[in-house]
């Protein structure tokens, strides 16, 4: 099988490579080339930017399906598809669950649940654009290939090489063990997938011809934010505490914390009949934390400092914030 891919170097991207090439696949890169330079050796590289729109090197050969990982504007992938013409048989949509509407979705909701209105008329990305315009680039994917068109919509990604910070920031925090200063609900659901598995799904569903869209989320047994803790201190060997604690003064975006619960209880059911495997949330919290501290455990984006922790940990103890 011959596929580009849209957006190969990075996290979701790189994985969907390295599990294509395993499976024998012929793959082409396509970026801008600034990234990853040193993966994938011998791989074909085609070079183009999506923010000036230049797909020209896409212009030039077939392939039997294209992955994109990289559209999250409806321009991105109406100029990659114009580029592409006839010459890809199946086009292959990385989306989001972002595309999902939040009031009256319950537990157990598939990928038929009401979606929010797309959005067309700006680029940019912003909490409320984010969901609608990944929505546009579905329906403008669907309506050019039809029967086609496959759409996959991870939930929160997780694994080696994340630059987001949000599952690594728990699996490095409760490496470190002690007291674990949660601002939020330890009952709260919550569903990460190992990128690993949303790549084997990707190639999975190409290999298949498989039309139409999946959740790629996980970890196969339901968990919540507190069990994921637990789950990574075991993985490290550590013994921790989780002390819930005021959300007062906590940053807006806090990691795996969300106020709709909802969001974090889909179904998987779509996904694991067409192949999407379930690595153990301890194994992908154990690959995670050798990777980190293989990199050097460098500062986080996200979360506590060890610093902003302990004075948290401190107001509460002395009453000033309850949980």
């Known amino acids: 099988m011959r596929i580009p891919v849209l957006g190969g170097t990075q996290f979701v991207g790189r994985a969907i490579v390295d599990d294509a090439l395993r499976t024998g696949a012929e793959v082409t890169l396509f970026g801008r080339g600034r990234t990853g330079t040193e993966l994938f050796p011998g791989v074909p590289r085609l070079i183009g930017d999506r923010e000036t729109g230049d797909y020209t090197a896409l212009r030039h050969g077939s392939w039997d399906a294209v992955v994109d990982v990289s559209g999250y504007v409806p321009r991105h992938v109406g100029q990659a598809m114009d580029a592409l013409e006839d010459r890809a048989g199946r086009y292959l949509f990385v989306s989001s669950h972002a595309v999902y509407q939040r009031a009256g979705v319950g537990p157990g909701a598939t990928e038929d649940a009401p979606r929010r209105p797309p959005v067309r008329h700006t680029e940019q990305l912003s909490e409320d654009t984010y969901g609608p315009l990944k929505v546009a680039c579905e329906d403008d994917v669907v309506a050019r290939y039809g029967a086609r068109a496959t759409v996959v919509r991870p939930g929160k990604v997780a694994g080696p090489h994340d630059a987001q910070d949000t599952f690594t920031y728990w699996v490095r925090r409760a490496a470190r063990?002690?007291?674990?200063?949660?601002?939020?609900?330890?009952?709260?659901?919550?569903?990460?997938?190992?990128?690993?598995?949303?790549?084997?799904?990707?190639?999975?569903?190409?290999?298949?011809?498989?039309?139409?869209?999946?959740?790629?989320?996980?970890?196969?047994?339901?968990?919540?934010?507190?069990?994921?803790?637990?789950?990574?201190?075991?993985?490290?060997?550590?013994?921790?505490?989780?002390?819930?604690?005021?959300?007062?003064?906590?940053?807006?975006?806090?990691?795996?914390?969300?106020?709709?619960?909802?969001?974090?209880?889909?179904?998987?059911?779509?996904?694991?009949?067409?192949?999407?495997?379930?690595?153990?949330?301890?194994?992908?919290?154990?690959?995670?934390?050798?990777?980190?501290?293989?990199?050097?455990?460098?500062?986080?984006?996200?979360?506590?400092?060890?610093?902003?922790?302990?004075?948290?940990?401190?107001?509460?103890?002395?009453?000033?914030?309850?949980?």
């Open 177 to 323: 063990g002690g007291r674990v200063a949660l601002p939020a609900d330890p009952g709260q659901p919550v569903q990460v997938i190992d990128a690993r598995d949303l790549a084997r799904l990707v190639v999975q569903l190409l290999a298949d011809g498989r039309p139409g869209a999946f959740h790629a989320v996980g970890p196969d047994e339901p968990t919540t934010l507190g069990g994921l803790i637990e789950t990574c201190a075991r993985a490290a060997g550590s013994e921790i505490e989780i002390v819930p604690v005021s959300s007062e003064g906590r940053p807006p975006l806090f990691p795996l914390v969300r106020p709709d619960r909802s969001t974090q209880q889909r179904s998987p059911a779509r996904a694991r009949v067409a192949g999407l495997p379930a690595t153990p949330l301890a194994v992908t919290a154990a690959d995670v934390l050798a990777w980190d501290r293989g990199r050097g455990e460098p500062p986080l984006q996200v979360g506590y400092t060890p610093e902003e922790e302990r004075a948290v940990l401190a107001r509460h103890d002395s009453g000033a914030l309850d949980g």
